[in-house]
């Protein structure tokens, strides 16, 4: 049974370009989470998708959005990078929305902008 | 709006030690509390999820107990081992709907254990 998966592995992306992570969740997980972490710091979140749609928003700009497609795997964009975007970015799914089922995380990507 | 803190921030430890990592959060209105481990650049390995109804939760040489009236969690290890190094974060979860599956999290612990 494959867990949380993600691609890249690594990026590296120069200041004011554009980037899309992608990640595909555990099998019979409908929900999808984007969190990111800085180097030293927890994760935060950036937004929830169930249902093609974004749920939940954390207090991130409108640079970052979002996609989950019909097979449940989604996508993270974020426009006009900034040197403060350089972060490991993790996705993590759950079978569903609701807060009593656990969350699970992938690998992450890491995201390195210069 | 939740924060959480970790304390310590770091411990060493020698081998086979028992250790006790704290967990404070400040919105005591939790629907759970999951507790992770992260590996130095890796993603979030869960290891334990502990429900507000109950007050202790067990997993091989884990232990995770919840008081959420005074908003703290703890996470204990039995005998410790080398490949228990690694940061320990705890993360509620909040009961309100619109919110219920954010998690926050602290900064962590980072755990070594010297062989």
């Known amino acids: 049974d494959a867990g949380v998966t993600q691609s890249p592995t690594h990026l590296i992306k120069t200041r004011g370009q554009q980037v899309t992570l992608r990640c595909s969740p555990k099998s019979g997980h409908d929900t999808v989470s984007w969190y990111q972490q800085a180097l030293g710091q927890g994760p935060q979140f950036i937004f929830q998708?169930?249902?093609?749609?974004?749920?939940q928003r954390g207090n991130f700009p409108d640079r970052f959005s979002g996609h989950q497609f019909p097979n449940y795997s989604s996508e993270l964009n974020v426009n006009a990078l900034l040197l403060g975007d350089s972060a490991l970015y993790l996705c993590?799914?759950?079978?569903?929305?609701?807060?009593?089922?656990?969350?699970?995380f992938g690998p992450g990507t890491r995201l390195t902008v210069t | 709006k939740q924060e959480v803190t970790q304390i310590p921030a770091a411990l060493s430890v020698p081998e086979g030690e028992n250790l006790v990592l704290n967990c404070s959060f400040t919105?005591?209105?939790?629907?759970?509390l999951q507790w992770f481990r992260q590996d130095p650049g890796k993603g979030l390995t869960s290891l334990l999820l502990i429900q507000s109804s109950q007050r202790e939760q067990t997993s091989g040489r884990l232990n995770a107990s919840l008081d959420k009236s005074s908003g703290r969690s703890t996470l204990y290890i039995a005998a410790s081992q080398p490949g228990d190094s690694a940061t320990y974060l705890c993360?509620?979860?909040?009961?309100?709907?619109?919110?219920?599956?954010?998690?926050?999290f602290g900064e962590g612990t980072q755990l070594t254990v010297n062989p």
């Open positions: 993360a509620p979860r909040p009961r309100k709907w619109t919110s219920g599956s954010r998690l926050t």
């Open positions: 998708y169930y249902e093609e749609e974004e749920r």
């Open positions: 993590a799914s759950s079978q569903t929305p609701l807060a009593g089922v656990p969350q699970y």
């Open positions: 919105d005591s209105a939790i629907y759970n």
